[in-house]
């Protein structure tokens, strides 16, 4: 039974996450920009990127099927739904049950096929390179992402993400050595599939070193800033997932409006260290060959599993 | 003399560089330039010229190189038949240019490769722009031109056309790559969309407003250039410019292999993915370019040499200003050296990538800094040292591995010596005139013009009329030499480490389209 508080808290979540995305990307570019001696185009610039993107006519290839023309949108729905089943907030989601960690993996693999097939559909070049080499990293970065979800979800005995922050966030506080190793394990795999350095570049110019930059060449406009915040949302809820996982405490519980109340601040404190931890990341490394990206991702993998040993050796 | 065991009659050229001229006849081109190649001899350049004013046929012009000196060499064609025998067999790098020289003039190597390479759709087969009759602004009727690429063929071999419309501010060139998976099997280049028809443009201009003209062939290098034109004026002239305008002309080149070495060792950084390196390089590139604008009136130093010296002097102040620039460069540039020779993952970029053998190089004639990293030892600031470069004890920098590593290191090193040579030149320089007055009339006569760019050797040809106005002038760029190399360079590569590559060579696409 849906109560009015939680579906409320809901909707709050997923339009929070829309609002915010924009601004956390903002912030890792900013921080980017400090961090290599400049100024910054400011926290907002995504913000004046979508309206610029928005007011645009977009502009379709002849031969554009309609898939081409689906995926935006179907880019951002898949985005929102992950949103709406990481809790952000507070764990009282009345999604939370229709989805799991493992559905969650599935909603971003819907989102790559979706964006590959789009890719490839106006029959460019730099389209299907970048379409094959994001499956590359894909099919990488999934495993390694569910082994580290895996290990969480054997702390908690249950794969329902609202749980495992329930169990962690309002329980006794343990350390768990795990953790640690899937964290790094996480983390890895957030630059990858966010198209962050080492693995890609998301602010070159190359077309011929572009991973996800190359599949959305031919978009534009709409299509191109739904796109981009698609982009911008997965990397929140990315983050999200991190917190979720990581460093839960200060997420609500259910019905607690008080600590829904300081649930805010304790994110954006949250996501603005993450930010930077990840400009700083992105600042001190090159991009790998693009050949590396298995290694990184067979070490992320590897992590992960290690996690799970340790798991099993020392907290079962 | 240089040259002296070749079969033809050589005089020489006065001047700042050693040079020689000789007529031959195209019986005994390719003995000549067997002869010129056996001796460790190079090409640098080969285009033509039409004398159906002067009642004769066409002329084909080659300089040649050796360490020693240079030999422009003159070859008259007739002008129902003119055709000479191919000299891509013994020189690699003849081949683009008597595909261009075809296309401009009609005059042939009988070479088997019968496709154009600055023609495009701007005018027909049948017409030759550079023929004299036509007057410099005439347009043709325009063509369509499929261009035929040379196509791979096998199991999961697919080409991916890149520009000549690119993603960045650049310059336009087409790249066909012909990969199997992300290995590049070929690449092959397209060029000549930047042709402007300067060859064209140059004649009939007075003397004097040539090394404008010159100045702007390639923009990065607009030092190299003017500074060869005027080499070559002061050559046909009879003049010598005054020794302090010479050190200043020295001083600008320097500043100008620096500014733009300093502005590569940036975007190699950014290339491989370090945003860092950019920054902090573009940093340093600024504050020369506008030191460069303060002293000279100029970022790129444009236009600050003229026939006979330089434009602008330089008081104590401004000498003072380049000393202590150039040890906040010396110092800044070696931090950062240190920062990328220790960054694992820039190197891991670097290394091994875009591998150039030395055999290939020497094979392909590769010239300049590419060359240098290669092994090519080919700098004509420490060995044909035209003034002021005898006074200055240049010393070569070479690599023998020819990957990214090899030309970025050389850069590094480059700069170092560039800084040590503005020490020198700052510390040296006498008092005196900065420029020699030109005679008020001059008579025809030829002369050539050689400088050590950033990149590599600017060559200029340069006839004058007996009116003072330019008869012909030929600026040659040394990408023309090393394009070709580009290819050889990324074979077996991976398609997404070709703009790091193409970045370490980082050929002038506008030096060689003219």
């Keep these: ?316 | 003399m240089a040259f002296d065991s070749l079969p033809v009659e050589l005089s020489e050229l006065p001047g700042a560089v050693p040079a020689w001229q000789a007529q031959a006849g195209t019986a005994d081109l390719q003995n000549i330039c067997q002869a010129v190649k056996n001796q460790g001899g190079r090409l640098i350049a080969l285009w033509g010229t039409d004398e159906q004013d002067r009642g004769e046929g066409y002329t084909l012009h080659l300089s040649l190189a050796k360490a020693e000196g240079l030999l422009w060499l003159r070859c008259a064609l007739p002008v129902d038949q003119p055709k000479y025998p191919d000299l891509s067999p013994i020189f690699y790098n003849a081949h683009r240019m008597q595909r261009a020289a075809r296309d401009l003039l009609g005059i042939d190597a009988d070479a088997a490769d019968r496709r154009p390479w600055l023609r495009h759709a701007a005018w027909r087969d049948s017409d030759r722009p550079l023929h004299r009759a036509h007057a410099a602004g005439k347009t043709f009727e325009a063509q369509d031109s499929e261009y035929a690429f040379v196509s791979v063929t096998g199991d999961g071999v697919h080409e991916i056309p890149v520009g000549p419309v690119h993603a960045g501010t650049i310059e336009p060139g087409h790249f066909r790559f012909s990969i199997v998976g992300e290995k590049v099997l070929r690449l092959e280049d397209r060029l000549g969309y930047t042709h402007k028809g300067i060859d064209k443009r140059f004649q009939g201009m007075p003397l004097a407003d040539g090394a404008k003209l010159a100045g702007r062939v390639s923009g990065d290098s607009t030092v190299a250039y003017a500074w060869a034109y005027c080499m070559a004026l002061e050559s046909v002239a009879g003049i010598t410019p005054p020794g302090r305008a010479l050190m200043l002309r020295a001083l600008m080149l320097e500043r100008e292999r620096i500014a733009n070495h300093l502005g590569d060792l940036g975007y190699l950084g950014n290339d491989g993915g370090l945003g860092f390196g950019l920054a902090q390089f573009m940093r340093l590139k600024e504050d020369v370019l506008r030191l460069n604008a303060k002293l000279f009136g100029h970022r790129y130093l444009m236009d600050c040499i003229v026939p006979g010296g330089v434009a602008c002097d330089l008081g104590q102040a401004g000498f003072e200003a380049i000393n202590i620039e150039c040890d906040t460069l010396m110092h800044d540039v070696r931090l950062l050296k240190d920062i990328y020779d220790d960054h694992a993952g820039l190197q891991d970029r670097f290394l091994t990538c875009g591998r150039l053998t030395p055999n290939t190089a020497g094979k392909l004639g590769v010239i300049g800094l590419a060359g240098r990293a290669s092994g090519q030892a080919w700098d004509l600031r420490a060995q044909a040292r035209p003034a002021p470069y005898d006074l200055l004890d240049a010393r070569m920098k070479t690599h023998k591995n020819g990957d990214v590593a090899a030309r970025v290191n050389l850069r590094f090193e480059e700069i170092f010596e560039s800084l040590r040579l503005l020490h020198v030149l700052v510390e040296r320089i006498a008092p005196g005139d900065i420029a020699a007055p030109l005679p008020a009339t001059m008579s025809a006569g030829i002369g050539l013009g050689w400088a050590e760019g950033w990149r590599g050797e600017s060559v200029v040809a340069l006839e004058s009329g007996a009116d003072g106005r330019i008869r012909s002038c030929h600026a040659h760029d040394p990408s023309w030499q090393n394009w070709p190399a580009l290819a050889f360079a990324v074979n077996g590569n991976i398609v997404p480490d070709f703009p790091l590559i193409n970045k370490s060579f980082n050929l002038s696409y506008s030096g060689c389209d003219l």
């Design chain 1, 1 to 316: 039974m849906i109560s009015w508080s939680g579906l409320v808290a809901q909707l709050t979540e997923i339009l929070l996450a829309v609002l915010l995305a924009p601004i956390l990307l903002g912030w890792v570019n900013q921080c980017r920009a400090w961090l290599q001696n400049k100024s910054g185009p400011g926290i907002l610039q995504p913000y004046r990127t979508l309206r610029k993107l928005f007011e645009k006519e977009a502009v379709l290839a002849h031969g554009a099927s309609p898939l081409f023309r689906a995926t935006p949108y179907v880019l951002f729905a898949c985005m929102c739904l992950a949103a709406a089943i990481v809790p952000i907030l507070g764990t009282d989601l009345p999604f939370s049950p229709a989805a799991d960690a493992i559905a969650l993996v599935g909603i971003f693999a819907l989102a790559r096929v979706f964006i590959s097939l789009a890719a490839m559909d106006i029959g460019t070049a730099f389209g299907s390179l970048g379409a094959r080499r994001e499956m590359m990293v894909g099919f990488l970065a999934e495993p390694a992402l569910l082994m580290t979800l895996f290990t969480a979800s054997l702390i908690s005995q249950s794969t329902s993400l609202a749980t495992i922050v329930q169990h962690r966030a309002q329980a006794e506080f343990v350390i768990y050595p795990s953790l640690a190793f899937a964290g790094i394990a996480f983390t890895m795999v957030s630059l990858a599939e966010n198209a962050r350095i080492p693995v890609d570049n998301p602010t070159t110019h190359l077309e011929l070193t572009m991973i996800h930059e190359a599949m959305v060449l031919e978009y534009s406009g709409r299509h191109l800033a739904l796109i981009e915040l698609s982009s911008a949302l997965k990397l929140f809820v990315y983050s999200c997932i991190g917190i979720a996982l990581f460093f839960p405490f200060g997420i609500a519980a259910g019905g607690d409006s008080v600590g829904l109340m300081l649930a805010l601040p304790a994110l954006v404190a949250k996501l603005a260290v993450g930010g930077f931890a990840m400009a700083l990341i992105e600042t001190l490394s090159a991009k790998m060959r693009i050949f590396r990206a298995p290694e990184f991702l067979g070490t992320a993998f590897l992590l992960a599993v290690l996690a799970m040993l340790i798991h099993f050796l020392l907290e079962a």
